[in-house]
């Protein structure tokens, strides 16, 4: 644990920045300067702990979705405050729901429960096109929110029992009718390789075989249940292992197991890294051998989670003793994963200047934080509409901001609650190619240029991210190198070389400067943030 | 015939498969009769003078068996035994000799096959095969004697595209994979035609207007900043500028008009099928789009397309079909359209090879509904300039390995050199690391 027994004693401003990009999505300058008067150990474990109050947050909910559902003949566009649809009989659809989680990840009083809900869904990626049901998707989302701080392997047990991963990797088609049927191993390879071991790590194909084995039989109820002609379209479900029972649930099916075969769970024992169970209640009907992988395999387990985290919060490139350092560190505190990170958070190694500036970001927290930075906070943003119904909220349109470009984070290489595969998106440089650096510079246009189109029948103009260039600048620039800075401070990007700097400006500001508030200043403000987010230094954090 | 197979299988049985030699050259269909007994193809055109390669990759693991069927002799026995409910029926297949029969769910490929242009390698794989996709994928991309940080195509790049001011040389139509990154060049990735330039916005008006200076600001973002000091600056760095460099060439070249094929592609409104899909980014969307490159003559040499939906864990007696259909589909329509194309240099159908491969075929046995993964797979080249016919022996059903999976009979790299030597004319062990012999299908 040496590397992460020195504490991080007093933090600077800069600290502070660091610490918001890596654990949250980002804090404005002013706030940064606050939280760096208070002591750090107190400040890091309740930002961990989640404890900031959400009351407004689900209060502002009905009217989250900003979008332009269109009107027809005489009927005016619906530019107005909607609740997201996320149910079935919408029926809701992935755009929505992408919206809907970016949407509280940028208004959320607690950002580092949606960074940590983030890491899960891409340790754990769970893909929307192939489970069909947005309201499943989102219920595994909002598991790694209320186990994701917890101890590992109540929150592995949790997935693999979760719906939308027993769909997306056919725990409900691991099924036997008949002795000599052979179990589905897709779950079982992946929890070890993707999402607990690492490949080939302290496992082999007859561990997989018998940990397929051990999980034959389970399935779900789909509850919720809008329309009885439609059995695939529910809003909820239920784990339950089918053994042979009577539905314990009249009114609802079973979703994917068939009720008139006796059972469809092996019988017997399997083995599993050389411990024999029962495959009946005496291991929780398979439930037990999930247990098996953190006891049976701990220190390979720990190793992994730490090689995972360690990339997603601080460093891409990190020596192997620093590794096993946090290793230790999750061992020590018994797989709590938010105790664990909070010992992170509080070292004197997390804050070392190195490692600021040395991860890509990813492109929904990098859309997220821009979005934080250069937009009102959640009660800002509701005041227009508090003062006038009339008003639309001044949300972040993310639904419209997917939808308009057939799918912003798709395009960025993110296609949120919906990767291609099991092992999500590559990070760090695989966030980077010529294509999703070309989406990316779309979304800096979106957000510094305050793109809009059209309007409704009454010729008002939409923007997608209702920007004020005043809110950027709460003390008035002096000069163009003023307005440089000010917004270098707040969008915080790797430090950017002067003669860039000199470039930019000379392009920007042909003529003196003046802060006068006509549009050509504004114009030449909105240039500046655009290419600064357009840089490479900004899609660093 | 048989005399052929068992040659082939001598060999893979014993070093062939083991060292990574190749079964080299016997199989092709140019005899004195065709394929099925008609009259024989017509033969390979020569290496055109500026060759282009199209790699289509099949993610998730593309089962063999369905797909190059098991029909005759002990591997049929085997296949049937092994896949009670889901092996697929002699009849619905064609046969390619040698006891094998193409599933003809694979739409358009007996028809390619009978042409003469088409190559299989069924069995394609490594030693030591791994069943993890990303390992494997990453391994077969690699595409070296020991594998590094590279792809067989980044170091193509690195030996045969300038380092700057010739961004167009390699296309990707679909993200960018490890083995189209080298030491000096990437590939660029596009993956629409659409509002491909600086600033490239999503409607018609934003508050900037006149963007066209914020051009020169963007360039600046790269030529003024130095030697990147990180991983992620230095890959931020080479997209970026990479983007930059390509969006003028390319939109000058792509025009604002879109080419309309010569042939309908799967998912056009006036596809024979309507059942076949076309997605965004679908494979049949990839084709066109690259099609349509080709056509407007731009400077490329190599494109990658990327398709998917392979892992058919579950439901592979529903989706597999579909998944060959579509696959085929797209194949044939894109073959046949590249022959209406003509470009500054030459016929495209002339000047174009294509292949494939997925990171490994499935088990043998069938788990209840679906397969799980396996080991051996199925590639394939098809081109005019190709000699039709079986260049891998079918792996033995009847000799497995202690998983249950089949062994591998040729080498992958085998493949790759056969491309490198023969189609675009560069040393492939200079590119590979090793040398790989020729499968003789060029």
Redesign the interface.
Same mark, same amino acid.
């Given at each position: 644990m040496a590397t992460f027994d020195a504490l991080k004693s007093t933090w600077t401003p800069d600290d502070v920045l660091h610490f918001g990009r890596r654990a949250g999505f980002g804090l404005k300058p002013e706030a940064a300067a606050t939280l760096a008067m208070r002591a750090i150990g107190t400040t890091v474990d309740a930002w961990v702990d989640g404890s900031a109050d959400e009351a407004a947050l689900t209060a502002a909910l009905p009217l989250a979705n900003v979008v332009d559902y269109p009107g027809y003949g005489n009927e005016p566009d619906q530019w107005a405050p909607h609740p997201f649809n996320l149910r079935v009989e919408h029926p809701a659809d992935l755009t929505e729901a992408q919206g809907y989680w970016v949407w509280r990840m940028q208004y959320a009083p607690n950002p580092f429960t949606e960074k940590l809900a983030l890491y899960w869904h891409q340790h754990f990626a769970t893909g929307a096109k192939k489970v069909d049901n947005i309201p499943l998707m989102l219920k595994q989302i909002q598991l790694f929110r209320s186990l994701g701080r917890g101890p590992f392997g109540d929150l592995l047990l949790a997935v693999s029992q979760d719906p939308a991963m027993m769909i997306w990797?056919?725990t409900v088609?691991?099924?036997?009718?008949k002795a000599s !049927?052979?179990?589905?191993?897709?779950y079982a %390879?992946e929890v070890l390789?993707l999402y607990s071991l690492g490949?080939?790590n302290g496992y082999n194909?007859q561990d997989i075989t018998e940990l397929a084995k051990a999980l034959t039989g389970w399935d779900y109820i789909g509850r919720d249940f809008p329309d009885p002609k439609n059995p695939y379209y529910y809003n909820d479900a239920e784990f339950i292992v089918y053994r042979g029972q009577a539905n314990p649930y009249p009114d609802h099916p079973w979703l994917h197991g068939y009720a008139m075969l006796p059972n469809q769970r092996k019988s017997g024992t399997f083995t599993l890294f050389g411990v024999t169970l029962d495959l009946g209640a005496d291991s929780h009907y398979g439930a037990d051998a999930i247990r098996l992988i953190l006891t049976q395999r701990a220190q390979a387990c720990a190793g992994f989670l730490a090689q995972r985290l360690l990339h997603f919060f601080l460093s891409?490139?990190l020596p192997a003793n620093v590794v096993n350092d946090f290793r230790d560190v999750i061992l020590a505190n018994n797989f709590a994963i938010g105790r664990s990170l909070k010992v992170l958070f509080k070292s004197a190694y997390f804050y070392d200047p190195a490692h600021r500036?040395?991860?890509?970001e990813g492109p929904v927290a990098w859309s997220v934080r821009i979005a934080r930075l250069l937009m009102p906070d959640l009660a800002s943003a509701m005041a227009p509409y508090l003062q006038n119904p009339a008003n639309p909220p001044r949300f972040g349109a993310w639904s419209a901001f997917v939808n308009? !470009?057939?799918s912003g984070f798709f395009?960025m290489?993110q296609d949120l609650l919906n990767p291609?595969?099991p092992?999500g998106w590559k990070e760090?440089?695989g966030?980077?190619?010529?294509?999703?650096? #070309?989406?990316r510079? #779309?979304t800096a246009?979106?957000l510094a240029?305050?793109?809009? #189109?059209?309007d409704d029948h009454n010729h008002v103009p939409r923007f997608l991210f209702d920007t004020d260039i005043h809110e950027w600048f709460p003390a008035t620039p002096a000069s163009a190198l003023d307005v440089f800075n000010r917004l270098v401070a707040l969008l915080q990007p790797?430090p950017?070389?002067t003669?860039?700097r000199d470039?930019?400006l000379t392009?920007?500001w042909a003529k003196p400067f003046a802060w006068d508030g006509k549009p050509a200043t504004? !114009?030449a403000v909105? %240039?500046l943030a655009?290419?600064i987010l357009?840089?490479?230094?900004a899609?660093?954090h | 015939m048989s005399k052929r197979r068992e040659f082939l299988q001598t060999l893979a049985a014993g070093s062939a498969a083991m060292t990574g030699l190749a079964c080299g050259g016997g199989g092709a269909v140019t005899a004195s009769s065709g394929p099925g007994g008609g009259p024989p193809p017509p033969p390979p055109t020569p290496a055109p003078t500026s060759p282009i390669l199209v790699i289509i990759t099949a $993610?998730?693991g593309m089962d063999l068996l369905d797909a190059l069927v098991p029909i005759g002799g002990a591997n049929a026995g085997a296949y049937q035994n092994l896949r009670p409910t889901l092996k697929v029926n002699p009849a619905a297949t064609t046969d390619l000799g040698s006891n094998i029969g193409l599933n003809n769910a694979f739409a358009g490929m007996a028809a390619l096959h009978q042409q003469g242009r088409v190559a299989w390698l069924p069995g394609i794989g490594m030693p030591n095969p791994?069943?993890?996709?990303?390992?494997a994928a990453d391994l077969w991309w690699q595409g070296s004697a020991v594998p590094g940080g590279t792809g067989w195509m980044g170091r193509y790049a690195d030996l045969a595209f300038a380092r700057s001011g010739d &961004?167009l040389r390699g296309i990707s139509t679909d993200?960018?994979p490890l083995g189209l990154q080298g030491v000096d060049r990437?590939f660029?990735?596009?993956?629409s035609p659409d509002t491909?330039r600086? &600033?490239?916005?999503?409607?018609?008006?934003?508050?900037? @207007?006149d963007p066209v200076?914020?051009r020169?600001?963007?360039t600046?973002?790269?030529a003024?900043?130095?030697t &990147?000091g990180?991983?992620?600056?230095?890959?931020?760095? @080479?997209?970026?500028q990479?983007?930059d460099q390509?969006?003028s060439l390319f939109s000058n070249l792509i025009g604002t008009s879109r080419r309309t094929p010569s042939v309908p592609y799967p998912g056009d409104a006036t596809y024979p099928d309507a059942t076949l899909r076309d997605g965004?980014r679908h494979l049949s969307y990839q084709l066109k789009f690259i099609a349509e490159m080709v056509a407007k003559d731009l400077p490329s040499q190599v494109f990658v397309a990327t398709t998917?939906g392979f892992?058919t864990?579950?439901?592979h007696a529903r989706d597999f079909p579909l998944l060959l259909k579509e696959m085929g589909a797209s194949l044939s329509a894109f073959y046949a359209d590249l022959a209406s194309i003509s470009t500054a240099k030459g016929n495209a159908q002339d000047r174009v090879l294509i292949i494939g491969w997925s990171e490994f075929g499935r088990r043998v046995? $069938?788990?209840?509904?679906?397969l799980?993964?396996g080991t051996a797979g199925l590639g394939y080249a098809i081109g005019k300039g190709v000699k039709g016919g079986l260049y891998s022996n079918f792996p033995d059903l009847t000799s497995l390995d202690?998983?249950g999976n089949m062994k591998f009979t040729t080498d992958f790299r085998n493949l790759y050199a056969t491309v490198l030597d023969k189609w675009l004319g560069v040393s492939s062990r200079t590119v590979l690391g090793g040398s790989y012999p020729n499968l003789g299908f060029l």
């Open positions: 990797l056919d088609q691991n099924k036997v009718e !049927d052979v179990p589905n191993e897709n %390879r390789e490949i080939d194909q891409p490139e500036f040395a991860l890509v308009w !470009d057939t395009n290489g291609k595969g092992n760090h440089g966030w980077l190619n010529s294509d999703t650096y #070309r989406h510079t #779309r246009y979106a240029a305050k793109e809009g #189109r059209g790797a950017i070389p003669g860039l470039a930019w392009l920007v504004e !114009d909105r %240039r655009f290419l357009c840089s490479p230094q899609q660093q | $993610e998730g791994t069943l993890s996709h990303f390992l &961004p993200g960018l990437n660029v990735n596009i993956s491909y600086f &600033p490239s916005t999503r409607s018609e008006w934003g508050s900037v @207007e200076p914020l020169a600001g963007f600046d973002g790269f003024l900043s130095g &990147p990180s991983s992620g600056l230095k890959a931020a760095m @080479e997209s970026g990479l983007y390509a969006q965004y998917g892992d864990h579950s439901n046995r $069938e788990n209840n509904g679906g799980d993964h202690s998983n």
